[in-house]
């Protein structure tokens, strides 16, 4: 017992005091693999792998993991179901990463903490979508929940590196305003893009023909064009906010990243559709729309000062 005392304490006060290297570490891991996450996930619906493993939390009657009999498919489902241990070797991670100095840096232990919460929601979402059989609805809530834990994450890396947030607008309020409408142009752009594709041709499974997986009955070819408006408008936001930006001298280096991956996200989009959507550029696609979003979240973040040291900074009236 008192050995056993012996290594917990050790482990304990071998954890960080401070952010260092493994705090960072950990903070960056948090978020490539949130977005690693949806591209994984995307893999297993593009190609038709989503009833790979027809059962939860099993992966058949009778084993967890796949059997040869299933094939590419069991392959693919189970791999990506095993990823979801990755992640919580690294949520855990990054929880006891800062649990030492949780009382100093409260942001980062609220933070970590909603992540490790995040992981046995998300497997139970993951669980009824295959109960659902696929499930149109299910399928875009457990991407909806993954592009939240970008947003996490994105303010993970972000605090460790920055500080708490601090009480200084670096940017005029009404400058605040119009990021706060982009960021609402990228998060409708971002709904309307899983009801585009719960309506699209890559429902996750073709094994059965006579029952194939559910689409949720909306017109593909309209959600197509209505997906491309906030999208649009998304764009011009950036275009506006970048120019502002320099205008009047302000941050803007996250701004310029932004409209990067915005242009690059257009491209990928319009060629999609005129190829009818071909899985390599639709899964792109998705990954992008991680990246976009934690993008937006860099840029908001942005536009006040660290808490442990106030930027003397002249900012235009409002």
Known sequence: ???????????????????????????????????VLIGTGGAVRLTASGLGCPTWPQCTDGSFVNTP?????????????????VLAFITIGAFASVFRFRRLRREL????????????FQAVLGGITVLT???PYVVGAHFAVSIVLVVLTTMLVWRVYRGARGATLLVPRWYLVI????TLAVFVTV???ILTTGS???AGDNSNPLKPAPRNDLDPDLLQHVHSWPAYVTFGLTVLLLALAIALRLPRRWQLVLLAVEVVQIIVGITQARLGLP?????????????????????????RSRATAEVAETVPAA
């Not at 009999?69 to 241990?85: A, D, K, P, S």
């Not at 970590?112 to 995040?118: A, D, E, I, M, R």
């Not at 899985?279 to 536009?303: D, N, P, Q, R, W």
């Open 179 to 182: 990021v706060h409408l982009t």
């Open 279 to 303: 899985e390599l550029l639709v899964g792109l696609h998705m990954i992008l729309a991680g990246v976009l979003v934690a993008s937006m979240t860099a840029v908001v973040l942005s536009l």
């Open 109 to 120: 232990f609220r933070l970590t903490l909603l992540q490790g919460l995040s992981i046995p």
């Open 69 to 85: 009999e299933m094939g590419i498919h069991g392959f693919i489902e189970f791999g990506n179901r095993l990823l979801t241990f």
């Open 200 to 202: 699209g041709p890559h």
């Open 133 to 135: 059989g696929l499930n």
């Open 191 to 193: 709904a309307v893009g």
């Open 1 to 35: 017992m008192s050995s056993a005392r012996a290594t917990v304490s050790r482990g304990y006060h071998w954890l960080p005091t401070g952010v260092d290297k493994r705090v960072r570490v950990f903070a960056w891991l948090s978020l490539i693999f949130q977005i």
